[in-house]
Nanobody, 124 residues
Framework: VQLQASGGGVVQAGDSLKISCVAS????????IAWFRQVPGKEREYISA????????YYGDSMKGRVTISRDAAKNTVYLQMGSLKPEDTAVYYC??????????????????WGQGTLVTVSS
């Protein structure tokens, strides 16, 4: 499966932003999808994941309470709605898919497919 993240940009602190991850090349419903983010010089950080069916969602501590993950099977797309953005949320945001259910959603090494990332910049 190929993943394409988009929707990043420059926003003000306190704003909301919705980023997207479009999947292609395989059956969308075969894949759980997760979002991570990375700042240069730091490890990739887990944000959220959604199950193949969309019935289960999972959130890490990094943005919990400020993000909502969802998926639209008709559009082969997973969304990450982010709110109350802070300058420290500035990062490249990546979507990823594992080939099997991860032992932990936050384990980057358990994800096989990665999108190219979309840059979110939050100005103060």
């Amino acid at each position: 499966v190929q993943l394409q993240a988009s929707g990043g940009g420059v926003v003000q602190a306190g704003d909301s932003l919705k980023i997207s991850c479009v999947a292609s090349g395989d059956t969308f419903d075969n894949y759980h999808i997760a979002w991570f983010r990375q700042v240069p010089g730091k490890e990739r950080e887990y944000i959220s994941a959604i199950s193949r069916t969309g019935m289960s969602t999972y959130y890490g501590d990094s943005m919990k309470g400020r993000v909502t993950i969802s998926r639209d099977a008709a559009k082969n797309t997973v969304y990450l709605q982010m709110g109350s953005l802070k300058p420290e949320d500035t990062a490249v945001y990546y979507c990823a898919a594992p080939t099997i259910t991860p032992t932990r959603w936050s384990y980057t090494h358990e994800y096989t497919y990665w999108g190219q990332g979309t840059l979110v910049t939050v100005s103060s």
